[in-house]
């Protein structure tokens, strides 16, 4: 029964992939506002915030494994393995996007946008953004305590603002890096109740 809201996540997500062309003026237009009017102070946060993505991402199912094996508890170490899929499953839903439309970085195609940080492989949608929701999401539905969303959801945010805050992505590739991420833990964790009981 819960297949259908899948399918319609997908539509939604190539909705907006369709959608990308014709919103491409107002895109540049809130990247310009976010990249070329910010605040230069913020500048070394909001890196701090990117390159924090990655060893989050990565240390989050690590621990929580690590800490399932330490203390024999099989709930904690299943629930480090879902946390872990998915940020594989986002992972290879991100990637396969990026170079299947190969849209070119913002800094690209735009020279006066100013570019802050690293970028390298195609910009739609963004990888950093879809792992920090990926881990975000995941983190709150492992552990749905309010100190666990709370931050988790606002680090994720800070994550996706960052990359258009340096000049590296647009509007619409952080929007739907946040969808992949959040909906590949959606997905992990349907699949893990009604298979992985």
Not at 59 to 80: C, E, H, R, Y
Request: aromatic fraction near 14%.
């Amino acid at each position: 029964m819960r297949y259908p809201n899948i399918i319609l996540f997908f539509f939604f997500l190539l909705f907006f992939v369709g959608k990308t062309a014709t919103a491409q003026n107002l895109d540049i237009d809130l990247l310009r506002k976010i990249n070329l009017d910010r605040n230069p102070s913020l500048d070394p946060t909001f890196k701090f915030v990117t390159n924090s993505v990655s060893p989050i991402g990565l240390g989050a199912p690590l621990i929580v494994t690590s800490i399932g094996f330490i203390q024999k508890d099989n709930t904690l170490k299943n629930k480090g393995y879902y946390i872990g899929a998915t940020l594989l499953t986002s992972a290879v839903l991100t990637t396969t996007l990026k170079f299947a439309i190969d849209r070119d970085r913002p800094f690209v195609t735009y020279p006066d946008i100013q570019k802050l940080t690293g970028a390298g492989s195609p910009s739609f949608p963004s990888g950093h953004t879809s792992e920090a929701f990926a881990t975000a999401t995941s983190l709150s539905l492992a552990f749905p305590k309010w100190y666990v969303i709370a931050p988790s959801f606002l680090w994720a945010g800070a994550a996706g603002y960052s990359r258009m805050h340096l000049g590296v992505h647009y509007p619409t590739d952080v929007l739907v890096g946040a969808l992949i991420g959040s909906g590949s833990a959606w997905l992990c964790h349907e699949l893990n109740k009604r298979y992985f009981k």
